[in-house]
């Protein structure tokens, strides 16, 4: 039994690097002149969290708490007068909730379909 722990261990420890190269080589193509015009700080995040769902299997539910957080954060940025990131904030909450709800949405009809 200790066998198979350790197998699903290595799995995530696996998973969890390839996360992590992915998510330096968005980063460091972001930075290349006229590549960064393309990608962009907020694509290279979306892109990163599309690959951990699907490595990680996570469910719709994360990326909806983590709209809310971010909405959540908006107003107190708008407080403080920094609009940008306010709304850099706002853009990555609509992503999450389109992500999450289309996860939902996606188990929704693979329980229609069993």
Same mark, same amino acid.
């Given at each position: 039994m200790n066998n198979v722990g350790n197998k699903i261990r290595n799995?995530?420890?696996?998973?969890? =690097?390839?996360?992590g190269v992915i998510f330096f080589i968005l980063s460091f193509?972001?930075?290349?002149?006229?590549i960064n015009l393309v990608l962009n700080k907020t694509? =290279?995040?979306?892109? =990163?969290?599309v690959s951990a769902i699907f490595l990680l299997k996570l469910p719709g539910?994360?990326?909806v708490v983590g709209a809310l957080v971010c909405l959540g954060l908006c107003p107190i940025f708008l407080i403080f007068k920094n609009e940008h990131l306010a709304e850099e904030t706002a853009n990555l909450a609509f992503g999450l909730l389109a992500i999450g709800v289309t996860q939902e949405f996606r188990n929704e009809i693979k329980k229609l379909g069993n």
């Open positions: 799995q995530n420890q696996t998973r969890f =690097v390839i996360l193509l972001s930075t290349l002149p006229y694509l =290279v995040l979306f892109i =990163v969290w539910k994360i990326s």
